[in-house]
């Protein structure tokens, strides 16, 4: 089992930032994977960004450029920092976790944990 807590959700204005932190426990062989999600309301829920052993990321194109996925040497703390924030970023975002059998690259079905979600609204 692996357990994620998320924080550091609010809301800003359009062109500021936000720094999203999951905080990440439990089975250690469950989660070569780590990401983050969002779900904007009436839309279909979409992996951000994510990060594969702690070094390989991926990045959806909507955000490439503005975020970076990030996590501790350990393991336990993944991070999203959000910059230049639009209002289509609005959302409730979702930290994951999980195995991928590919190396270097976390598809979405990898993910089989998540955390409660915390919520970003960016007011233009």
């Known amino acids: 089992q692996v357990h994620l807590v998320e924080s550091g959700g609010g809301s800003v204005q359009a062109g500021g930032s936000l720094r999203l932190s999951c905080a990440v426990s439990?089975?250690?062989?469950?989660?070569?994977?780590l990401g983050w999600f969002r779900q904007a309301p009436g839309k279909a829920r979409e992996k951000v960004a994510s990060i594969y052993d702690g070094a390989h990321t991926d990045y959806a194109d909507s955000v490439q450029g503005r975020f970076t996925i990030s996590q501790d040497n350990a393991g336990n703390t993944v991070y999203l920092q959000m910059n230049s924030l639009k209002a289509q970023d609005t959302a409730m975002y979702y930290c994951?976790?999980?195995?991928?059998?590919?190396?270097?690259?976390?598809?979405?079905?990898?993910?089989?944990?998540w955390g409660q979600g915390t919520r970003v609204t960016v007011s233009s």
């Open positions: 994951a976790a999980g195995r991928s059998p590919v190396r270097g690259y976390c598809f979405s079905p990898d993910f089989g944990y």
């Open positions: 439990g089975d250690t062989y469950s989660r070569n994977c």
